[in-house]
């Protein structure tokens, strides 16, 4: 039997809450039926881009009342938005993919809601970071995220020599633009036996996994497409696959 309101209270949207939504990397189906319910319950939804938004809710058959919320705004409609969450409207915050707050915009809004005592509601679902490490094969018992490095190539070299003997996986999303020079940097400052794994389009029909020495994933992906998003994985020194 299918769930609905009556049977689960928790796919209501309650006045005055918060719903921190993940949606899908790549996969519709990966949508939760509880992120699916609350998209279509809640009085309005913030969004990174209306029109990426509105055309995952058409695809799901939904209409919300969709406002921007993005880095260029964010600050300014944190605080508007938990204004009209203090008046008792209910809002869903969602990405363009994955889960808000993840190197995109939800950080300053959660802080806002939780300055004023409003209750923030998480509703789990995709996360290319947890999707990466899942399958990956590299260490889980310790990673650190460390979102999207600096676009300039001395600051990479000088964040890969601070961590270079770190005890746990480094965890990073780079630009398609920058990734290639990111594993070429790794090989350089890390050393090419390095164990790394470059993921791209994850849950889509190009889903890659490249894991191996670092010297050998540069390799390969100089011989592979750069198109997609990617996120980086960064072993230990002393892992062996």
Excluded at 148 to 170: E, G, H, N, Q
Aim: net charge neutral; with cysteine; charged share 20%.
């Amino acid at each position: 039997m299918s769930e609905n309101a009556a049977t689960n209270p928790s796919l209501l949207a309650q006045p005055g809450h918060l719903y921190v939504v993940a949606t899908p990397i790549g996969n519709l189906a990966d949508l939760t039926g509880r992120a699916r319910a609350l998209l279509g319950a809640v009085d309005l939804v913030a969004c990174e881009d209306t029109r990426t938004t509105g055309t995952l809710l058409t695809r799901l058959g939904l209409r919300r009342e969709l406002v921007a919320y993005h880095e260029h705004n964010e600050i300014e409609m944190a605080e508007s938005l938990a204004a009209q969450l203090a008046a008792g409207k209910s809002v869903a915050v969602v990405s363009d993919a994955g889960t808000p707050g993840l190197s995109d915009p939800g950080f300053r809004l959660v802080r806002a809601c939780r300055r004023r005592g409003l209750p923030v509601i998480p509703v789990p679902g995709p996360s290319a970071l947890v999707a990466v490490l899942s399958a990956a094969g590299l260490p889980t018992n310790g990673f650190l995220f460390v979102g999207f490095l600096p676009p300039k190539s001395a600051a990479r070299v000088a964040f890969f020599t601070k961590y270079r003997d770190f005890d746990y996986t480094l965890a990073l999303y780079e630009s398609c633009h920058r990734i290639d020079k990111a594993v070429e940097e790794i090989v350089a400052v890390l050393g090419p036996s390095r164990v790394i794994c470059v993921a791209k389009e994850v849950t889509k029909i190009h889903e890659t996994f490249l894991v191996g020495p670092a010297g050998e994933v540069q390799a390969r992906l100089a011989k592979a497409s750069l198109k997609g998003e990617f996120v980086l994985l960064i072993a230990p020194a002393d892992y062996v696959l």
